[in-house]
């Protein structure tokens, strides 16, 4: 069935580049998004590739999409303090569009 | 428009109980969904309502769950006979469905449920 894992935390220094990794098993998905969840708000999507792209770059972001391996991962360069959060990559293949999401990176930046 | 709005944000609640959760959507979007999300663990898929259809919904979802989106805009979510295990943040999103099957799901705040 599906499914999506992801390490659980991940702690950089104030400035460090962060990269957090996700794997994922169904071949099908279309799209796959990386979303944020701050405490008492809401989850944000930060980014999304397709599944044709390697590489999708935005900002202090960048997504890397390994298919053959199922392997996406998220980079943050020049990490910052507000960027503390949870992180939860996420695949969508079916018609409905429902997400499945991964169990969350907590990332802790460290001034 | 201000979001996916939610209501109420908390709700405590005895076992037994029943619940009702309501969620708005962003004005126009066809698409909305519901999610259970418990401490620790990412967002599970419970239902999504294609305009006013409910077109699949979850194992998760037993039968003490229900889910309405009567007129294709607001939606509800009861839970009759809450149980312990019931405790979780249930979030909503809503979507506009395009040709293309990407799918942006813009998230309300969630209402975190409490079952004692």
């Known amino acids: 069935g599906e499914d999506v894992e992801q390490s659980l935390f991940l702690s950089v220094r104030e400035g460090d580049s962060s990269v957090i990794n996700c794997t994922y098993t169904d071949s099908s998905s279309t799209y796959l998004y990386w979303y944020k969840q701050e405490p008492g708000a809401g989850l944000q999507l930060l980014t999304y590739?397709?599944?044709?792209?390697d590489m999708k770059q935005d900002q202090r972001l960048t997504v890397l999409l390994n298919k053959k391996d199922k392997h996406l991962s998220l980079r943050i360069a020049d990490t910052q303090t507000g960027d503390s959060a949870i992180y939860f990559c996420?695949?969508?293949?079916?018609?409905?569009?429902?997400?499945?999401f991964g169990q969350g990176t907590t990332l802790q930046v460290k001034p | 428009d201000t979001g996916v709005s939610q209501d109420p944000r908390h709700k405590i609640t005895k076992r037994g109980q029943n619940v009702t959760f309501r969620c708005d959507p962003i004005s126009e979007h066809n698409r909305l969904y519901w999610y259970r999300q418990t401490l620790g663990q990412g967002p599970e898929f419970l239902t999504y309502f294609q305009n006013e259809a409910q077109l699949e919904k979850s194992r998760l979802l037993s039968d003490r769950f229900s889910a309405e989106r009567p007129k294709g805009s607001f939606s509800t979510l009861e839970i009759q006979r809450t149980e312990q295990g019931d405790s979780a943040m249930y979030l909503c999103?809503?979507?506009?469905?395009?040709?293309?099957?990407?799918?942006?799901?813009?998230f309300g705040p969630g209402t975190r449920l409490t079952v004692l």
């Open positions: 996420a695949e969508s293949g079916s018609n409905t569009g429902k997400l499945i």
């Open positions: 590739i397709f599944s044709n792209m």
């Open positions: 999103a809503s979507s506009f469905l395009t040709g293309d099957s990407y799918n942006e799901q813009f």
